[in-house]
């Protein structure tokens, strides 16, 4: 059967560090001729309800989802140290796991303010309100503090504020409280939601190093690995895709859609258009969803 329905399985809403609103999101997923989208906020499920809602309105699917960060240490990737997100789709919000990623949003909120102490022993001021007003009213992070900082002329680009003070290990940086991944993978599959490996890259892994461990992953309830992501080369993706036929993984993908805060990336195609995902992919997750 053709089917050239086209879906994107990795967005960011106001509710994190997107700068579109989830019903934004979700309508300009259906201008630009999507049948689905996910919503995927840095550990929070906060935008969820509202691009549901807009989802029945405008004939859209929306897929209720979370991209949590885990606690994860492996080597350089670029310029900087590997990281580990896991996207967990249909997971409820009322659940154990939901409950506690809500309990991370108030570690958060202390990470903030002490990230704003260490900016002004830096010689870099600025306040909770101002940090709060270029966010969109959601979670507050680090984009949200390049902004301020670019804002205020403390550096030239968003990235500079990476650079010099916010990446890991930086100067103004703060520790995340994050979970351990064998553990988020098996609660999340245990509560009967799907996770999925969001942009493999980013673990630094290759060959057999990365085969084991997804094997690893997979015996405790992974269900996914996204296959396609902007910065995955033609070659590992199509590595990915034998490891995910290998292990019985969905192959899934997504553009991780930030609006204007990474203004490359567009929703449904990533950068150059580089990122395809059919709605099979969405079909598939939603067929593993409370089994
Ligand atoms: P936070 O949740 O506050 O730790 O911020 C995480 C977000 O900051 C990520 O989703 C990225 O968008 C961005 N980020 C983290 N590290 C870097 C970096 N070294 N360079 C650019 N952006 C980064
Ligand atoms: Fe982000
Ligand atoms: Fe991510
Ligand atoms: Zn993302």
Same mark, same amino acid.
């Given at each position: ?20 609103? %989830? ?30 809602v807009e989802g029945t309105a405008c004939g859209?699917? /929306? ?11 492996? %080597?350089? /990737?670029?310029?900087?140290?590997? $990281? ?22 108030? $570690? ?36 949200? *503090? ?18 010099? *003070? ?12 994050? @979970? ?11 509560? !009967? ?6 942009? %493999? ?8 190093? @990365? ?22 080369? %033609?070659? *590992? ?7 995910? !036929? ?10 991780? *859609? ?8 567009? @929703? !449904? ?9 059919? $709605? ?12």
């Amino acid at each position: 059967m053709d089917d050239r329905r086209r879906v994107d399985l990795h967005a960011h809403t106001t509710a994190s560090d997107g700068t579109l609103s %989830p019903s934004e999101l979700v309508r300009l997923a259906c201008t630009s001729g999507l049948a689905g989208v996910a919503v995927t906020d840095h550990d929070t499920m906060d935008g969820v309800q509202e691009a549901l809602v807009e989802g029945t309105a405008c004939g859209v699917e /929306v897929v209720p989802g979370v991209e949590i960060s885990l606690e994860y240490k492996g %080597p350089m /990737v670029g310029k900087r140290g590997a $990281w580990m997100h896991l996207l967990v789709y249909h997971l409820s919000p009322d659940g154990p796991l939901g409950t506690e990623l809500a309990d991370m949003q108030r $570690w958060r909120a202390e990470r903030n303010v002490r990230m704003i102490r260490k900016l002004a022993e830096l010689g870099l001021p600025m306040t909770l309100d101002e940090v709060a007003a270029v966010s969109g009213g959601g979670q507050l992070g680090r984009p949200h *503090f390049a902004q301020v900082m670019l804002d205020k002329g403390y550096v030239a680009t968003r990235q500079e504020a990476f650079d010099r *003070f916010l990446a890991k290990g930086g100067p103004a940086y703060e520790e995340k409280q994050r @979970l351990e991944p064998d553990d988020a993978i098996a609660r999340a599959r245990a509560e !009967g939601a799907v996770p999925v490996l969001a942009h %493999p890259y980013s673990l630094g892994l290759e060959g057999d190093a @990365l085969r084991e461990r997804l094997a690893r992953w997979t015996d405790l309830g992974l269900c996914g690995l996204e296959v396609e992501y902007t910065e995955h080369t %033609p070659a *590992f993706r199509a590595s990915l895709a034998g490891l995910a !036929g290998e292990l019985g993984l969905l192959a899934t993908g997504g553009s991780d *859609f930030h609006g204007a805060n990474k203004t490359d990336i567009l @929703l !449904g195609s990533g950068r150059d258009h580089n990122v395809r995902v059919p $709605w099979a992919a969405l079909e598939g997750i939603r067929a593993l969803a409370s089994r």
